[in-house]
């Protein structure tokens, strides 16, 4: 088979990734609230996966510090075999469930958390132990796989499951599986620190305008009085939640500088 009909049946495939993906949006959207909601508590969001989808993860959480400005363990990866597996294939170190549990157990996982886990067979015992272990932390779970009747579906409060059929290469599910992925991944990240920066940003308002007014009146009374409170201001207004610079930034403009209502990513952010 000539290289270039080999690519041209790939290419093809690969345009009902899309399409599968966009019919997950409720799923992945009710997985941004629930991601948002956990950040807001002080949670911390956590990708769970073995092989390929478990290299989704760290590809995405690894991105989420020097993109949003945010602490590496507020989003934080876990792949079966750790740190040598992103490189190499550890076999068996997916296949033990107890492992799953023991690495979330190791980050002390609590309920104010959410835990994705990424298994595009269903059936990845590392996955299973961990959202079996999350369930019972009562942290908010999260199933991405490629298929929605497979066990991990049933151990999930949200399921996103983009369909995307029979692989190329049969089996190979770092092609087509793997692409919805990270479509996904790219979506609960970019959108859910986003909305968390733009919350963030009306309440820093709120605060300062809050802050302010007492200093209005404090001044008229007494300055030293003033003085405490414009300190306040500023003490809040630099508070470590608040500086997280790209996304702040990126938060500022969606809220105040958009006005045109009828760009598509502004009526993706700005809608409620």
Excluded at 17 to 33: G, H, L
Aim: aromatic fraction near 4%; charged fraction near 25%; glycine fraction near 8%.
């Amino acid at each position: 088979m000539p290289a270039q009909a080999i690519v041209r049946l790939m290419n093809r495939e690969d345009r009902q990734v899309a399409k599968a993906v966009a019919r997950e949006i409720p799923a992945i959207a009710r997985a941004v609230d629930a991601i948002v909601q956990s950040l807001q508590q002080g949670g911390r969001l956590f990708y769970v996966g073995a092989g390929s989808s478990g290299r989704m993860g760290v590809l995405d959480a690894a991105e989420c510090a020097p993109t949003f400005g945010t602490s590496r363990s507020v989003v934080q990866a876990l792949i079966a075999g750790g740190r040598r597996a992103v490189t190499n294939a550890v076999e068996g170190a997916e296949d033990a469930t107890r492992n799953g549990e023991r690495d979330l157990r190791v980050r002390k996982l609590t309920r104010k958390d959410v835990v994705v886990g990424i298994a595009a067979s269903g059936t990845t015992p590392y996955v299973l132990g961990a959202l079996k272990y999350a369930r019972k932390c009562k942290a908010t779970t999260v199933a991405l796989t490629a298929d929605r009747n497979m066990p991990v579906a049933k151990l999930a409060q949200i399921l996103i499951a983009p369909e995307v059929g029979p692989e190329v290469l049969t089996g190979s599910t770092r092609l087509k599986a793997g692409s919805a992925q990270k479509m996904v991944l790219n979506m609960l990240s970019t959108a859910a620190m986003v909305r968390e920066s733009v919350r963030g940003q009306t309440r820093s308002a709120a605060i300062r305008t809050r802050y302010a007014s007492r200093a209005g009146h404090a001044e008229e009374e007494n300055r030293p009085r003033a003085s405490a409170a414009i300190t306040e201001i500023r003490r809040r207004q630099f508070a470590p939640r608040l500086r997280r610079a790209k996304a702040a930034e990126l938060g500022w403009l969606i809220a105040n500088s958009w006005t045109n209502s009828s760009s598509p990513v502004a009526i993706l952010f700005m809608a409620p």
